[in-house]
């Protein structure tokens, strides 16, 4: 296994397009996340998966957003009608449940620019 | 609502000072982590810190948790260039079955020769 992969690495895109990014979790891991980094500041929560159910979301997840993780694999996050203020890293991380000392696995991120 | 501050945001150093980085959260945490951030990188896991007065150390690092105090600590140990990186810590919170991590703003180390 070789970690929690995202797609892709880096887009530039148009305000106003919609764009989509790709998860791809650590295998036996059941909970996914969503964070957001922007310059100088550490990640911020957006969503959180356990298997294919959204358990929460945080209030920064406008309604342009959306997140899905269909049958409890990979994740994608939609952006629609995206705007300068969308531009940051976008972190995937995965973990898993259960007692012990379970870390969280993030991923390399996408790099969102909004021209 | 957890809150988590880190202090100092920017620290520059010399090479073979030691220093300290301070991590505060505000409510009851599960557990503590600290992470390093290298620029245009992500996140990789440093320690992860149980329960109160663990301490643990790897190489030049040591991080230490005080629960009822609600505060962390990175030590640096003779500090070296390789060690020039953003440190973020994040505290976990698992209100009911939901857990995330809640991160400071992090700390821009800088080693210098």
């Known amino acids: 296994d070789t970690g929690v992969s995202q797609d892709p690495r880096h887009k530039i895109t148009k305000r106003g397009q919609n764009v989509t990014f790709r998860c791809d979790p650590i295998?036996?891991?059941?909970?996914l996340y969503w964070y957001r980094q922007t310059l100088g500041q550490g990640p911020e929560f957006l969503t959180y998966?356990?298997?294919?159910?959204?358990?929460?979301k945080s209030r920064l997840l406008s309604d342009r957003f959306s997140a899905e993780r269909p049958k409890g694999s990979f994740s994608t996050l939609e952006i629609q009608r995206t705007e300068q203020g969308d531009s940051a890293m976008y972190l995937c991380?995965?973990?898993?449940?259960?007692?012990?000392?379970?870390?969280?696995?993030f991923g390399s991120g996408t790099r969102l620019t909004v021209v | 609502e957890l809150k988590v501050e880190q202090n100092p945001l920017f620290l520059s150093m010399q090479e073979g000072k030691n220093y300290t980085i301070y991590c505060n959260y505000s409510t009851t945490s599960d557990r503590l982590y600290w992470y390093r951030q290298d620029p245009g990188k992500s996140l990789e896991s440093l320690f992860v810190l149980l329960s109160n007065g663990a301490v643990k150390q790897e190489g030049r690092l040591m991080a230490s948790l005080d629960t009822k105090a609600r505060l962390s600590t990175l030590h640096i140990t003779a500090a070296v260039h390789d060690l020039s990186a953003t440190y973020f810590c994040?505290?976990?919170?698992?209100?009911?079955?939901?857990?995330?991590?809640?991160f400071g703003k992090g700390t821009l180390l800088t080693v210098n020769p």
């Open positions: 295998s036996e891991h059941n909970r």
């Open positions: 991380a995965s973990s898993r449940s259960g007692t012990g000392i379970y870390g969280y696995t």
């Open positions: 994040a505290a976990e919170n698992s209100g009911g079955s939901n857990y995330k991590l809640t």
């Open positions: 998966f356990q298997n294919e159910a959204q358990l929460e």
